[in-house]
């Protein structure tokens, strides 16, 4: 497979998008105009992706300073490989190799492509969300359809937010990404989608963590006590 890597790329720095192979009029993520864009190279000077330790096994990734409106990443050390659940919009040849960069949803793709050629590294996604089309300058080794567990590191598709969301359980952590928000002391579904669908997927999240022994939740601009975060939950829940 060729890992050839497009020359030309920009970031946007009202939300961190990466433009692959092209210069568009706006972001094709949040629409911000071609004023707000620098290039790669120049996001890598002015933004550092720094490591915050959640436990031994896992750190959280985020760009230092904060990029736009900034996501976490997570990277997750198993016994065989090392694994990033999503990735940073700043592309940082001095963070430390990974094997597999997968994600929750096509949001947040990040510099994936530039990760995976300098460290021959293999991305995975979900079927329906590679289908769209801001994912197309982007490569992925492997799309999956189904629930899967891999190197102790378990993943479930549940639709709602985008057609392909897919959450993590590792150890006794849970890795939801952006689904629900924690706004103000309360909790909302992620506005960006289908109502519907996305109260269904939380109805489906809500099944299959109920009886897991899981003590923290990784979002994507959070770490939190599980009882915590599940309190709020469960009051989303009831509709």
């Known amino acids: 497979m060729s890992r050839e890597l497009q020359k030309e790329q920009y970031v946007c720095l009202v939300c961190g998008f990466n433009m ?3 210069h568009p009029e706006k972001c094709p993520f949040c629409g911000a105009s071609k004023k707000e864009f620098i290039t790669s190279e120049e996001c890598s000077a002015r933004f550092a992706v720094q490591g915050f330790t959640v436990n031994e096994k896992v750190t959280r990734l985020n760009s230092v300073p904060s990029l736009g409106l900034e996501h976490s990443a997570y990277r997750i050390k198993t016994t065989k490989n090392t694994y990033w659940i999503d990735c940073p919009s700043s592309f940082d040849t001095r963070l430390e190799p990974m094997d597999i960069i997968t994600f929750t949803h096509h949001h947040f793709l990040g510099a994936s492509n530039q990760y995976r050629e300098h460290f021959s590294s293999q991305v995975c996604i979900h079927k329906l969300d590679s289908d769209h089309a801001i994912c197309q300058a982007f490569t992925f080794d492997k799309t999956f359809q189904d629930n899967f567990t891999e190197d102790g590191i378990e993943a479930f598709p549940i639709d709602g937010h985008t057609p392909g969301f897919t959450f993590y359980i590792f150890d006794d952590i849970l890795f939801v990404c952006d689904y629900v ?9 992620n506005p960006f989608g289908p109502e519907k669908e996305t109260r269904e997927g939380g109805a489906k999240l809500k099944g299959i963590i109920r009886n897991r022994d899981i003590k923290i939740v990784c979002g994507y601009n959070y770490v939190v006590d ?4 599940q309190k709020k939950f469960d009051k ?4």
């Open 181 to 189: 928000f924690i706004k103000d002391g309360k909790m909302l579904y």
């Open 226 to 229: 599980y009882v915590e975060w």
């Open 236 to 239: 989303l829940c009831v509709w």
């Open 20 to 22: 692959v192979g092209y």
